[in-house]
């Protein structure tokens, strides 16, 4: 299958190993990436928290720009996905808005990009089944929790995504890779988001109870699908809870036996390749 | 009503917050209840009762991390995370001060490289956030960190039809 590519800012920098094994393992699944032209920044909580209006136009931009190709839009940060869901649910609702966005942006926008999550497209479109076959070091040893966070979730009529208490769909994602999946109760609670630099100090305690509840749920590691959940719980969690976090394509790459995986994992604050090695993974 | 309430409602433009029966079930799920000067639901109630400057100038609307669970568990679907955001606004258009000083100046940084170059530069956006904030010494490890291991670098691929970001920024600039 063929999709257009939206990998926004932190693709391109510190969830640089996202973007890296999103493409490895979207080659390896068969999907074929084209990257959206000349996209920009879906303006993310900054945009949001202060002026509504640029919160809505600048992702609009970007789904205009996605409408010509006619392909569904993958989206691999959660914070971006959740801001095209949000612009397309207001742009839909409001008649007056969208009609004032397609004037400061120049184009018309016609609502017929659909906005997808990695994690759906895989789950969904090419099957746990094929997924399941493809691998060659099934993850055995590797108990992870599935962390989906805020964004890929609410609000369920704005996202569409999965059940919005209780996803499963990156818990089954791992566990056609053959790792031990821990249920939990953290699955949807929030890593603290963008006060995470400007309020380091409230982040800390959001990301060391995440990380110790994880512990507490017998995992190794912890799957995530958003850089900035990502960042939180990589660089703010303390030394005495932490567990490796790795993205969750990072884990289908391993078990799927793709090359250039221990590089990916070197990228990280916490030291995440002593875990896998221990189980002959990388 | 009170023109305050009318306000936020008419910028919501959703369900009234008065259907808020303060169940509580928002405060009960919100992660930063604790570090909030008042908790949502009880912002709730403040607006009703048209107390605007303490709204408009509370530590509260700007803890609020935007993660939904609220406007979720609402049983009357009152758009709590969406009114925070309304309120931010109103603050900043009237010239509001501020409690929460870094976060708004992390938002402004994040803003002004959007608008320089179409998407985040981080060095250069941290830098900003750093002057606007004055916290010079925050991070400086990790920065360095990630720099090392090219996580982050100054030379980022940028939007090239810049005209058309920068008028989205012109032209949403009044609301």
């Known amino acids: 299958m063929k999709v257009a590519y939206y990998p926004g800012c932190s693709l391109h920098a510190t969830a640089k190993e996202y973007d890296q094994s999103v493409k490895a393992v979207s080659s390896a699944l068969g999907i074929e990436l084209k990257e959206l032209d000349d996209w920009a920044c879906c303006g993310a909580t900054a945009a949001h928290s202060t002026n509504f209006k640029l919160s809505v136009a600048l992702p609009a931009r970007d789904l205009i720009s996605a409408e010509k190709d006619g392909l569904d839009v993958m989206v691999p940060c959660a914070a971006c996905f959740n801001r095209f869901k949000s612009a397309q649910h207001h742009l839909k609702g409001d008649a007056e808005l969208r009609k004032e966005v397609e004037k400061v942006v120049g184009k018309p926008y016609k609502g017929t990009a659909v906005i997808r999550n990695p994690i759906d497209i895989i789950a969904n479109d090419i099957g746990l089944d094929i997924l399941k076959s493809k691998v060659r070091k099934p993850l055995a040893g590797l108990k992870p929790v599935a962390y989906y966070g805020c964004l890929l979730l609410r609000p369920p009529e704005v996202c569409t995504f999965d059940n919005y208490e209780n996803p499963v769909l990156l818990d089954k994602i791992m566990a056609a890779l053959g790792a031990d999946v821990k249920p939990w109760s953290y699955k949807t609670d929030c890593c603290g988001g963008s006060l995470s630099i400007s309020r380091a100090e409230i982040v800390i305690k959001m990301a060391d109870k995440l990380m110790t509840m994880a512990r507490e749920a017998g995992a190794n590691c912890i799957a995530v699908a958003c850089p900035l959940c990502m960042a939180n719980l990589d660089f703010r969690a303390s030394a005495g809870v932490r567990i490796p976090v790795y993205y969750f394509t990072e884990l289908i790459g391993i078990a799927l036996g793709l090359p250039g995986t221990k590089d990916w994992l070197k990228l990280h604050n916490i030291e995440s390749v002593s875990l896998m090695s221990s189980l002959s993974l990388v | ?175």
């Open chain 2, 1 to 175: 009503m009170t023109q305050f309430l009318q306000e936020v409602n008419d910028k919501i433009n959703g369900v009234p917050i008065q259907r808020c029966y303060h169940c509580r079930k928002c405060t009960a799920g919100c992660p930063l209840a604790t570090e909030m000067e008042y908790n949502p639901n009880k912002v709730i109630k403040m607006v009703q009762m048209g107390m605007k400057d303490e709204v408009l100038g509370s530590s509260t609307i700007w803890l609020c991390a935007s993660c939904e669970t609220c406007v979720t568990r609402c049983p009357n679907q009152v758009d709590i995370a969406r009114m925070m955001d309304v309120l931010r606004q109103m603050s900043i258009e009237k010239g509001m001060s501020i409690p929460q000083k870094k976060i708004l100046a992390l938002h402004r940084a994040f803003l002004t490289s959007i608008k320089m170059f179409g998407r985040i530069n981080e060095p250069i956006m941290l830098a900003h956030y750093k002057l606007l904030a004055k916290d010079y010494f925050s991070d400086l490890a990790m920065g360095l960190g990630m720099f090392l291991k090219g996580k982050i670098t100054p030379f980022g691929p940028k939007t090239k039809d810049m005209a058309a970001v920068r008028k989205i920024f012109k032209e949403t600039k009044h609301s």
